[in-house]
C-alpha cells in the first residue's frame, strides 16, 4: 500500500505514542480487507445496499451481507478529505482538524445526572442540556461541543431535535449531534442553515457535525446508513464511531479488535464516498475491552488508552481525520 497510506506520517517529527511500525499497519489494513471481502459487512438499508451493488460490492441479498472489494475500500479512503474544518458560531471557535493538531471536546452520552441541589441521580431533562451547553461554552480547554446528554422529557422520536436545540443556542463553539435517524439530520442540517443564513453558508461555515455508530459486530444497521448517508448529501461531517467490545462484540485480543473497529469505520466510510465522493469524515473510536466481573465497557482502561492510540495512529495511516476515546 502507496501513496496516502504510509508516506504522510513520516513527515510529522512531534513528541507523540507511536505504537505500530508502518509494517504492523500494513498488517492490520491487510487483514482489514480480508474481513471486509471475505466475510462482509451487514447493510440493512435498501438505498445503502443498491451503492455497494453499483460499485462492485457482492451483495448476498438474503442475509443483507455486503463483500467489498479491496479496491473500493482503498479508492474510497482516497477520496475522503485529509482536512476537514468543524466551524464555530463564533469563527474564533474554528477547528481545523488536519493531523498535526489535537483538540478536546466533552464526552458522550451520560445517562443520568447529580442534581445540583437535591444531590441525587436523576434522569436528564432538557434543562440540562442548556446547562452544559452553556459550561462547555465557557471552558477554554474544551473545544468542541459534543452533545453530553440526551433530553428525557421531551418526545423521544424527536428528542434529537430538542438536543439539538438546546446545544445551539446555548455555545458559540461546533457542535456534535448523534441525529438519530437520516429524517432527524436533515431537520437539523436546516436548523443550522438557518443560524449560519442558509443551506450554501453551512457549507462554507459548518457549525455542525454528526456522530453515527456501527453495531459490533460488523454492523450498518438502517439508522446508521441513513446517518452516514444523509451527512454526505448535506456536505457535513459525519464520524463513524466504532463501540467494539474486546472479549464481548469482537475478539477478546485487542489485534484483532482493532481489526474488527477498522473493518467497520471503514465499511461506514465507503458507503459515505459512494453516496457524495470528497465527502468529509472523521474516523472515530470509542472501543474498549469489555470488564468481564460487569459486562461493562471498561473505559477510562489501560485498554482503552492503547486502543485509542492505536485509532490516531491508523487514522494518520489513512490520512483521516479521528476521534478517540479518553479516560
Do not use: W
Not at 471475505?38 to 441479498?61: C, P, R
Not at 453495531?215 to 441513513?226: D, G, R
Not at 485509542?308 to 494518520?316: D, F, T, Y
Amino acid at each position: 500500500m502507496v501513496g496516502k497510506f504510509d508516506t504522510e506520517y513520516q513527515h510529522h517529527n512531534r513528541l507523540g505514542l507511536h505504537i505500530f511500525s508502518n509494517e504492523d499497519l500494513h498488517k492490520i489494513h491487510a487483514a482489514t480487507l480480508e474481513v471486509l471481502e471475505k466475510t462482509g459487512i451487514f447493510v440493512e438499508n435498501a438505498n445503502a445496499l443498491e451503492l455497494f451493488s453499483g460499485a462492485g460490492g457482492i451483495i448476498d441479498n438474503k442475509k443483507k451481507v455486503v463483500r467489498i472489494p479491496p479496491g473500493l475500500v482503498e479508492e474510497s479512503i482516497r477520496s475522503a478529505p485529509s482536512k476537514i474544518v468543524l466551524a464555530g458560531r463564533d469563527p474564533k471557535h474554528d477547528k481545523i482538524l488536519d493531523g498535526n493538531q489535537v483538540f478536546f471536546t466533552n464526552f458522550s452520552e451520560g445517562i443520568q445526572v447529580v442534581d445540583l441541589y437535591t444531590g441525587k441521580r436523576r434522569t436528564p431533562v432538557k434543562s440540562d442540556l442548556v446547562n452544559v451547553a452553556r459550561a462547555v461554552d465557557f471552558l477554554s480547554d474544551v473545544d468542541i461541543c459534543e452533545k453530553a446528554l440526551s433530553a428525557h422529557d421531551v418526545p423521544q422520536e424527536i428528542a434529537p431535535l430538542h438536543n439539538a436545540e438546546a446545544f445551539l443556542s446555548h455555545t458559540t463553539k461546533h457542535c456534535c449531534f448523534g441525529p438519530g435517524n437520516g429524517m432527524l439530520l436533515k431537520k437539523i442540517v436546516a436548523m443550522g442553515a438557518a443560524i449560519v443564513g442558509g443551506v450554501d453558508r453551512l457549507e462554507e461555515r459548518p457549525i455542525i457535525s454528526f456522530t453515527t455508530c456501527p453495531v459490533s459486530p460488523l454492523k450498518l444497521i438502517n439508522e446508521c446508513c441513513e446517518i452516514i448517508m444523509e451527512a454526505a448529501r448535506s456536505g457535513l461531517t459525519v464520524n463513524i464511531l466504532s463501540m467494539a467490545l474486546a472479549g464481548g462484540t469482537s475478539p477478546v485480543t485487542l489485534a484483532g479488535t482493532l481489526v474488527t473497529h477498522n473493518a467497520e469505520v471503514l465499511g461506514g466510510v465507503v458507503l459515505n464516498q459512494l453516496t457524495s465522493k470528497g465527502a468529509p469524515i472523521i474516523y472515530g473510536s470509542s472501543t474498549t475491552a469489555m470488564d468481564l466481573r460487569l459486562a461493562a465497557a471498561a473505559v477510562g482502561s489501560p485498554e482503552c488508552a492503547i486502543i485509542s492510540g492505536a485509532v490516531a495512529r491508523l487514522a494518520r495511516y489513512y490520512s483521516l481525520p479521528s476521534y478517540v476515546a479518553g479516560g
